[in-house]
């Protein structure tokens, strides 16, 4: 079974320009969620997607950030303009059902923002 | 919202000894507590999980223990070997994963 697929692996952009994210989440998931992961320390949730709908982007910085998911199946995650605090792992996961209790999540491998 | 502290954030054992990594968490309602594994360059995978109704669960050479009354959980790998090396990561829930900031496990050869 192909697992959580993510793109661009790694990028470096200069502050104040964008940026774009892709994701392509296990085949069936309902649930497609958007983590930013700052280095040494854990994953924080972005976003959630229930299907092509918009759970939970209590922590998403909405100045700056934006995600979609059309058709309930792939996602991207934008930033503009991006600030150095934003370099960060980005973490795209998946699961079957919404909610954790009994819904495990994969993640994919992540994409690697640097902004100098 | 959920607070999750981990601890150690680095531990370094000799291959063969056990490996104990210790979570709290703040908030009572909390019901589910997976464990992720993060090797270098890739995603966190999922290890090992509890829920809240129960107290200890085992996996070979992983176990996890909880304690609600207390708020806090552990990890436990014995016999650890250097495919072990890792960060590895609590989570509590209740309705959304808050992640511990991680342990950086090393295992001497």
């Known amino acids: 079974e192909a697992g959580v697929a993510q793109s661009p692996r790694y990028k470096i952009i200069e502050k104040r320009q964008s940026v774009a994210f892709w994701c392509n989440p296990i085949?069936?998931?309902?649930?497609l969620y958007w983590y930013q992961q700052i280095l040494g320390q854990g994953p924080k949730l972005l976003i959630q997607?229930?299907?092509?709908?918009?759970?939970?982007d209590s922590q998403l910085p909405k100045d700056r950030f934006s995600a979609e998911r059309l058709k309930g199946v792939d996602s991207t995650l934008k930033i503009q303009p991006a600030k150095l605090e934003d370099s960060a792992v980005y973490l795209c996961?998946?699961?079957?059902?919404?909610?954790?209790?009994?819904?495990?999540?994969?993640f994919g491998e992540g994409s690697w923002l640097t902004v100098v | 919202g959920e607070n999750v502290e981990q601890h150690p954030s680095t531990l370094s054992v000799q291959e063969g000894d056990s490996a104990v990594i210790k979570c709290t968490y703040s908030?009572?309602?909390?019901?589910?507590f997976p464990w992720y594994k993060q090797e270098l360059g890739k995603g966190p995978q999922l290890i090992i999980d509890?829920?809240?109704?129960?107290g200890e669960k085992k996996d070979q050479r992983i176990a996890v223990t909880l304690n609600k009354t207390a708020k806090h959980f552990s990890l436990h790998i014995t016999e650890t070997q250097p495919e072990d090396s890792a960060v590895y990561f609590c989570?509590?829930?209740?309705?959304?994963?808050?992640f511990g900031a991680g342990t950086t496990v090393t295992v001497r050869a």
């Open positions: 996961a998946s699961s079957l059902g919404g909610g954790t209790l009994g819904n495990t999540i994969y």
């Open positions: 085949s069936g998931h309902a649930t």
């Open positions: 997607f229930q299907n092509n709908g918009v759970v939970d």
């Open positions: 908030d009572s309602a909390s019901n589910y």
């Open positions: 509890i829920r809240s109704n129960v």
């Open positions: 989570a509590a829930s209740i309705a959304k994963l808050s």
